[in-house]
C-alpha cells in the first residue's frame, strides 16, 4: 500500500474539516459570544474526540480562540490578521472608498465594493448612510454571482472561460425573481454592456433592488464591481434611471484612477 498517499488523502481531508470548523464558527448564529463545545459539534457534524484535535492547531496559531471561563469558541485574532493582510494588499479598497462614499451620499443608500472569487462575489466594502434603511450586507461576506447586480456586472465584461462555467452550473433561484435560464443571463449581460450599468430586480433578497457597474484595472479588464442598493419601495423604477448612470459615472472615475484607458476615455466624452 502507498502509504505516502494515504497520508496526504488523510492530511486533505482533516485540513478540509478543520477549515469546516473555522466557518461554522465564523458564522455563528449568536451574539458573538461564540459556540459552546456542545453546540459546535452539532453545526460542524463533527464528534467531539475529532473536534478537539482540529482544533488544537487552530487554537495554537490564533485563528481560533476558547474562552476560559465558558469553553465557549470564537475566531482568534490570527483571522484579523490574515483578513487584514489580504485587505492591505487589495490597493482598489483604498482608490474606492472616496469614490462610494460620494455616490453613497448622491443617493443616500448603501454602496458596495465587490470583486469576483470562483462562482461567487466577495464584498470587499460597504459604505451606508446611518440615517436610511440599513442593508443586512457585510463586508467579507458572499453571494451567488448570477443573481447579484455587482456579479452580473463582472460577467458581462468577463471572458467566457470565467462566465461559461458559472452559467453551465446549477443555478437555484434565491427568489421569485432570479433569473436562472443561462440565455436570459446571457441577453441580460448584452443589456448590461449596452447600458453601462447592472439592475438586481429582488433576484438576490425579495425586497431589495441593486444597481451596479464594473469597475477596470490598468490592462482595461474588469477587476471588481460598485453597486447601490436599497429597498425596493425606496429603489423605484425610475429611481433606478436615475441612479444608474451615476453608478456608472462614479465605477469610470475609480476605473480611471487604476489607470484604465477605456475609462479615461469615456470621462473625457462625459466632460
Do not use: W
Request: glycine share 6%.
Amino acid at each position: 500500500m502507498n502509504t505516502e498517499g494515504k497520508d496526504a488523502r488523510n492530511s486533505s481531508a482533516s485540513l478540509r474539516k478543520a477549515l469546516a470548523l473555522l466557518t461554522v464558527v465564523a458564522e455563528e448564529p449568536g451574539n458573538g459570544d461564540g459556540l459552546a463545545l456542545v453546540e459546535l459539534t452539532r453545526l460542524s457534524g463533527l464528534n467531539k474526540s475529532t473536534l478537539l484535535r482540529l482544533a488544537a492547531p487552530l487554537l495554537e496559531e490564533n485563528l481560533l480562540e476558547r474562552d476560559h471561563e465558558t469553553g465557549k469558541f470564537r475566531l482568534g485574532h490570527g483571522c484579523l490578521r490574515l483578513g487584514q493582510s489580504y485587505l492591505d494588499r487589495v490597493d482598489l479598497r483604498s482608490v474606492a472608498n472616496g469614490e462610494l462614499r460620494s455616490l453613497m451620499r448622491a443617493t443616500e443608500s448603501t454602496c458596495h465594493l465587490v470583486v469576483l472569487s470562483g462562482h461567487d462575489v466577495v464584498y470587499l466594502d460597504k459604505v451606508e448612510d446611518e440615517a436610511t434603511v440599513r442593508m443586512a450586507s457585510r463586508v467579507g461576506a458572499t453571494m451567488p454571482a448570477y443573481c447579484t447586480a455587482v456579479g452580473k456586472a463582472m460577467l458581462a465584461f468577463s471572458p467566457e472561460e470565467v462566465v461559461g462555467p458559472i452559467l453551465a452550473a446549477e443555478l437555484h433561484p434565491l427568489t421569485e425573481k432570479t433569473i436562472t435560464d443561462p440565455s436570459l443571463l446571457r441577453a441580460d449581460f448584452e443589456t448590461i454592456r449596452r447600458r453601462g450599468y447592472s439592475i438586481d430586480d429582488r433576484e438576490n433578497e425579495p425586497e431589495v433592488r441593486c444597481v451596479a457597474a464594473p469597475i477596470f484595472g490598468h490592462d482595461d479588464h474588469v477587476v471588481a464591481a460598485l453597486s447601490v442598493s436599497s429597498l425596493s419601495s425606496r429603489m423605484t423604477a425610475k429611481r433606478v434611471r436615475e441612479v444608474g448612470p451615476m453608478a456608472a459615472e462614479t465605477s469610470l472615475r475609480i476605473s480611471a484612477k487604476l489607470g484604465s484607458r477605456r475609462a479615461s476615455a469615456k470621462l473625457a466624452k462625459l466632460a
